[in-house]
């Protein structure tokens, strides 16, 4: 997939940097820059054109979330990260109105990032699409989708996820031996996967002995 184009909305320079990094690491995102302010933000918004923002609520000359207000008013398209340590009910309810696909309350660890980042590139991938199916809708507006999932690991489904995404027809022992799982745990969350309707799981009768499954994306 075509990068994300990405601008860093944040007043701290350490906390822009560590972010940017993360990106890099987390592959398939472009950084444009920083916006060290909301006059800044606004003048880089209009000039390079990102499809995500990392925005941060307090900025030296306004909140973060007026710029996505003005944006969304204006008919953007465009997604968001708030990543702030604003964590009062109105801010979180303004980013909730005006479509932010994820809210991080600082100090964010590297782990809840990356899920975020996740989510900001399962939204662009269904973006980019003519039109969508039904099981992505469902996954895109229940939110979280591990809540569905009691006893596995939030990060570890996101794996498997983009493990599916990246196409092709798995077996859990395949699966787990490229992410470093076993194959009954690659199992539990392929058959997840396959319970929310995200996977289809189909026999494969070439297999030796017991005829293996196969998992790969709806």
Known sequence: MTPIRTLIVEDDLQIAALHRRLLTE?????VLGYAETLRVA????????PELLLLDVQLPDGRGLDL???????????????????????SVQDALAHG????????????????????ARERAALWRRPDVRQNDLDALFRGSPESAAPGLDPGTLQRVRAALRAG???TAAE??????????????YLEQLALSGEAVAETDAGTVGRPAKRYRRV
Request: glycine fraction near 12%.
């Open 68 to 90: 996505l207000r003005e944006l969304r008013a204006g008919g953007a398209r465009l997604d968001a990260i708030l990543v702030t340590a604003a964590s009062d009910t109105a």
């Open 26 to 30: 987390a592959g398939g995102f472009e």
């Open 175 to 188: 699966l787990g031996a490229g992410l470093g799982l076993s194959r009954v745990t690659a199992w539990r």
């Open 168 to 170: 092709g027809a798995h």
């Open 100 to 119: 932010a696909a994820d809210y991080l309350v600082k100090p964010v660890t590297p782990a809840r990032f990356r899920q975020g980042l996740e989510r």
């Open 42 to 49: 606004r003048a880089m918004t209009a000039t390079l054109a």
